[in-house]
């Protein structure tokens, strides 16, 4: 195998592959990225860690031999990644057991290859359901929901956005869910041509960050294949294919309030700067800043065993309030996660103290979260 | 030889009086007396049939009748029965039916455990005013160590012990036996022979003598089935086991002979250990043939859930996490653990997070031993409240909790879930 690529060409591609590769390589091949070289001029990358597979052709390579190979991804980064821009790079493997020779310029280095035959396919199977997304509604319903993924081991099958679809008020639509248990956050899209028939599936979360980097870089549609197993991202030249969470995401309808009649609109710019100014007396992640809302005015406070105790009240000029007046706890961070994807104006449902609250962006119905409130 | 001038105590104002007393200056005639009253500090405390005297603490109308504590039905067993039904010869452990032969107009009243608990933790709290060497050894009975107080209480611990037991029938509203002598051996059979509402003293200079004419079965640990051994042998009277030399009895009983014989003659070197604070609560089992496939391991698991479940609740605790313990064919031992998002007192969710550590380590190894245990614990009032993700734990601690209510009044088998069965011989 020899062919040779433009340093910019090729730092991209390697870029998206060696995020996937296995940081704590146990199985050493996994640490590698596997390189074929075909004879009608492509470059076709592969990384996998078993979970999730990237897939990448890459265009302008000039193959001088076909063939294919294996090498550690990371340092094969690190490389041409450190080449000067505008580079020509050269790799050139003579076949078996010989190094991969990486000629740039006058620099050049050997690279240890490993067996291609010890590369593990990642077979995805039959796919039988079809649907694309714009890449900005891809990064909406990331940027929306993942965040309140958990990372908690027992309960995995939180450990992903549950995609699907539903029927919202009469509308079909994509609905994707994410969830810990202390706070709910839902967006929906509506429901594309081919996803009336998906089933459920929970995308691991990982896979969602691969995805979301690589949505940012294109503003093509983003094609999805998906079976109950398995879900494959085609974004251009890219093939992102993941295996699905084995697991039942909860019952998630039941847990969004549907009666909470106490409503407090406030302005997002203020009212999340005053959260994180009276969280940060406390240095325990965990407190909660007290919100106390009387008419049109909000009272923000929060204490701590060192510091004693800090306040911020917010008035009629950035707040609507005119129910009863309540207390409620929550913790700042899962506050300021919500109020991050929202834009002007933050709107509150409660019930009562104690109860979940809903939370939304007062213009954009599409999403919606619910949030835990803390004893205070 | 002269006896020793035998000190006096009163038993209704534990007042130390001069040995010659008929009275106490209080009025009282219980007095104690013992000439080594005043040296003795290891003290056994039996709470005088605990569950029935709470009963009629709480239900005065039942003060004049015969109440027996315990399950009803065919299979119900007496728990605690008061002196009144003892005396119609009802005992504890005795199957209810023929308890009520016995005494047929006696009160059944079924266990309310967490109700002795809550008592028994009101006289520990008094107990442990006395000495920080308190050794609760069931829910009624404590040994407690007051050597070294008598400049704490400016009284020695006779005097200290009988304005416990006197408190205790003030404060809490039942009856103590207290026993007191140089160990806790001697202490334990002491508080068995004055009761109920007892002070019994055993000393050093009378314990071989005293225990000499018992029946072997007088100590405690000697079973029915080591008095027949013992018998066959030749033994009846504590006095043929303390002449053994040690010798002479590991040569009949083999290595613990020695130590029979020296508590047939009183001696006990225990120490009185204060119960340290709960860290772990834990229940494993050893299976009868090791096992290695996942599902023939998740059913003892399963079950030591449950009793894991049980025993969290007694104590009133709640999980914080799991620690799943095997033990393999060749004794090496394996621990895991596994944080829980919340806390949690029920079975199917320590299963849940134990399971997964289980599929991890079940790769053919053969296993002899599984265990699960709750790490760290937490106050029980904080398990399971629910969460957004599992909005349905409060009813299902309900519905435990229902369930267990159930087992404790109709006996253990009344509800089981099908994960605790084991697969009938031929079926799968």
New interface residues.
Partial sequence: MKFTVERAVLIKALAHVQSVVERRNTIPILANVLLSAQEDGALRLTATDMEIAVVEDVPGVQVARPGRTTAPAATLYEIVRKLPEGARVELDHAGGEAPLKLRAGRFNTDLQVLPVEDFPSMTEGKLPHHFSLGAGQVRDLVDRTRFAISTEETRYYLNGIYLHAADSDGTKVLRAVATDGHRLARFEEPLPDGAAGIPGVIVPRKTVVELRKLAEETQEAVEIHLSDTKIRFDLGPVHLTSKLIDGTFPEYDRVIPRGNDKVLRVRKKEFAEAVGRVAAISSERSRPVKLSLDRDRLLLSASSAEQGQAQEELDAEVVRYDAAPIEIGFQARYLNDITDQIGEQVEFRFADGSAPTLVMDAEKPEALYVLMPMRV | MTAPPAATLCRDCAAVLLPDRAACACGSRRLLRHPELLALSIAHVDCDAFYASVEKRDRPELLPLPVVVGGGGQRGVVSSACYIARAAGVRSAMPMFKALRLCPDAVVVRPEMSKYAAVARDIRVLMERLTPLVQPLSIDEAVLDLSGTAALHRAPPAAVLARFALAVEREVGVTVSVGLAPNRLLAKIAAERDKPRGFAVIGVAEAASLLALEPVALLPGVGPAMTRRLAAAGFTRLGQLAALSPLEAARRFGEDGPALAARARGEDARPVVPERETRSISAETTFDADLSAVEALERPLWRMCEKLSRRLAEKGFAAGGVVLKLKTAGFALRTRH?????PTALPDTLF??AR?LLLREADGTAFRLIGVGAQPLLPASLADHG?????EAPRRAARWRAMEALRARFGEGAVVRGRGLRPRQGTR
């Fill in positions: 596994a944080r829980l998002p919340a849940a997070a997964p969460d957004l993700a599992d909005p």
